[in-house]
Antibody, heavy 117, light 110 residues
């Protein structure tokens, strides 16, 4: 079955950087686009970024554009989110999700990123 | 700025039927927005219920259904059960490779 496992979260100071990973299994990773979605503590879901299956096309929410970069290594079945110039408002649980027909289908369990001094 | 609207809260009796909606502040929702629906209980990852307006995700019971009602996307739960008490989110594809979530609906079953 589809499994997505995020890692790399932690505590980082404002202005710092962090790279999240999402290890995929149970499906042909290279054939599917992927999303990152985040959820601040006690708040709703926010779509963050999307990358096509080949990795050459990416889209971002305005709130992270220019600061976050999504990438993937299809040979390792892994999705990445490089986050820089982090702000307190980036504090959230970050989920990766497999795309299905322009929607997020299967989800990982998430990894918590806390931006605080 | 695009705002996706959902009812903040809703209540349904066990065994009852409830319809949650997902609208846009300045347009009508159509199938071109590829509406999808997600269920989330506290401390858990979201679970996809519906994608592409009305297609149920794998393993989702048929008492969950999606549609377009008037100018909104809709999620209907038929025969509500206690464990349907959750937060429900819709997401719309806005074009140009961007998506937006609604603010979520807290559903109470009582």
């Amino acid at each position: 079955q589809v499994q997505l496992v995020e890692s790399g979260g932690g505590v980082v100071q404002p202005g710092g950087s962090l790279r999240l990973s999402c290890a995929a299994s149970g499906f042909t990773f290279s054939s599917y686009a992927m999303h990152w979605v985040r959820q601040p503590p006690g708040k709703g879901l926010e779509w963050v970024t999307f990358v096509q299956h080949h990795g050459t096309t990416q889209y971002y929410a305005d709130s992270v554009k220019g600061r976050f970069t999504v990438s993937r290594d299809n040979s390792k079945n892994t999705l990445y989110l490089q986050m820089s110039s982090l702000r307190p408002e980036d504090t959230a649980v970050y989920y990766c999700a497999k795309d299905e027909n322009w929607s997020a289908d299967q989800w990982g369990q998430g990894t918590l990123v806390t931006v605080s001094s | 700025q695009t705002v996706v609207t959902q009812e903040p809260s809703f209540s349904v009796s066990p065994g009852g039927t409830v319809t949650l909606t997902c609208g846009l502040s300045s347009a009508s929702v159509s199938t071109s927005y590829y509406p999808s629906w997600y269920q989330q209980t506290p401390g858990q990852a979201p679970r996809t219920l519906i994608y592409r307006t009305s297609t149920r995700s794998s393993g989702v019971p048929d008492r969950f259904s999606g549609s377009i009602l008037g100018n909104k996307a809709a999620l209907t739960i038929t025969g509500a059960q206690a464990d349907d008490e959750s937060d429900y989110y819709c997401m719309l594809y806005m074009g140009s490779g961007t998506w937006v979530f609604g603010g979520g609906t807290k559903l109470t079953v009582l």
